[in-house]
């Protein structure tokens, strides 16, 4: 991939796979950089499922680095998972039922689908906080659906040099 590949592309995992094949060690030395377009893409969507876990959890990520604080980040770990749980298990509660219908509402998803997608969604934000403590380098291809290239873009510019 060329800078003007990257700059014409809409496909993230694509972008994220050429940047980590264009230079490994570079591509690990863009931690916080890759976290906090994960972050942001986390955001994007919080207006489908406004968990004030996911929101605290998100802060958290954004503001303090997992290695100084493990027993926050796992407070904040089993909250998030707490709130994907009562939704997963509990689809039928009015709570539930209320966030699989705005889902609905604002995707124009099946209540099926939009049950599935904020299962998918409470995971990312699940995954995007226990990111930097947990880099291996892998690129989240379960949740390219949440991932927005111009997001990258805006935090990685001109990777590749002519």
Same mark, same amino acid.
């Given at each position: *991939? ?9 496909? $993230?995992?694509? *972008? ?8 490994? $060690?570079?591509?690990? /030395?863009?931690? =916080?950089? +890759?976290?906090?377009?994960? !972050?942001?893409? &986390?955001? =994007?969507?919080?207006?489908?499922? $406004? @968990?004030? @876990? ?19 980040? =796992?407070? %904040?770990?089993?909250?998030?998972? /707490? ?15 209320? !966030?699989?219908?705005?889902? &609905?509402? +604002? ?14 969604? #409470?995971?990312?934000? @699940? ?5 930097? #403590?947990?880099?291996? #380098? =892998? ?5 390219? %659906? ?12 001109? $990777?590749?040099?002519?």
């Amino acid at each position: *991939m060329t800078n003007e590949d990257w700059n014409r592309s809409d496909n $993230p995992i694509e *972008m994220l796979e050429a940047l980590k094949s264009y230079s490994a $060690p570079d591509f690990i /030395g863009r931690i =916080k950089l +890759l976290q906090t377009f994960y !972050i942001e893409c &986390c955001r =994007k969507y919080l207006s489908l499922w $406004p @968990d004030s @876990d996911f929101i605290a959890a998100l802060d958290f990520a954004e503001n303090h680095s997992s290695e100084h604080n493990k027993e926050e980040l =796992k407070k %904040h770990d089993y909250n998030v998972e /707490g709130s994907i749980f009562a939704l997963q298990y509990n689809p039928e509660t009015e709570t539930s039922q209320k !966030i699989i219908n705005h889902i &609905c509402k +604002l995707t124009n998803l099946s209540k099926d689908e939009s049950f599935d997608y904020a299962v998918s969604f #409470g995971y990312f934000v @699940d995954w995007v906080l226990l990111y930097r #403590g947990s880099w291996n #380098g =892998k690129i989240p291809v379960e949740y390219a %659906h949440f991932l927005d290239a111009n997001i990258l873009r805006k935090h990685i510019k001109q $990777p590749f040099i002519s």
